[in-house]
């Protein structure tokens, strides 16, 4: 099963910008679906982002559309999110995570339940 391993989270101030990185550990090739999550204390892990691989079929939650940009650099094993003008409502813990299934189509990837291999998490804090 492929591990993920993100990084790039911090502290910013609101309308600040963060860039995660999630670097996996083989290849992740066209077909397959990768996404970026976030969990709120208190909250249920909801699913902010997704790629579709191969195709650049992205998806994102209300919550985050316009400002954030989810991207795979395929060469580099690594997938980002790219935060922009985030407030506080952003800050949570941010995983990344991988669907093992290959050529499932992009509305699979729009679904927490079908991902299966989970990296540690990253901490996002925006103070006001």
């Known amino acids: 099963q492929v591990q993920l391993e993100e990084s790039g989270g911090g502290s910013v101030q609101t309308g600040g910008s963060l860039r995660l990185s999630c670097v996996t550990s083989?290849?992740?090739?066209?077909?397959?679906?990768l996404g970026w999550f976030r969990q709120a204390p208190g909250k249920e892990r909801e699913e902010i982002a997704s790629?579709?691989?191969?195709?650049?079929?992205?998806a994102y939650a209300d919550s985050v559309k316009g400002r954030f940009t989810i991207s795979q650099d395929k060469d580099k094993k690594t997938l980002y999110l790219q935060a922009n003008s985030l407030n506080p409502e952003d800050t949570a813990m941010y995983y990344c995570?991988?669907?093992?299934?290959?050529?499932?189509?992009?509305?699979?990837?729009?679904?927490?339940?079908?991902?299966?291999?989970w990296g540690q998490g990253t901490r996002v804090t925006v103070s006001s």
């Open positions: 995570a991988a669907a093992s299934a290959r050529w499932p189509g992009n509305a699979y990837c729009q679904s927490r339940e079908n991902f299966d291999a």
């Open positions: 083989e290849y992740i090739d066209s077909g397959f679906c």
């Open positions: 790629i579709y691989t191969g195709f650049g079929v992205t």
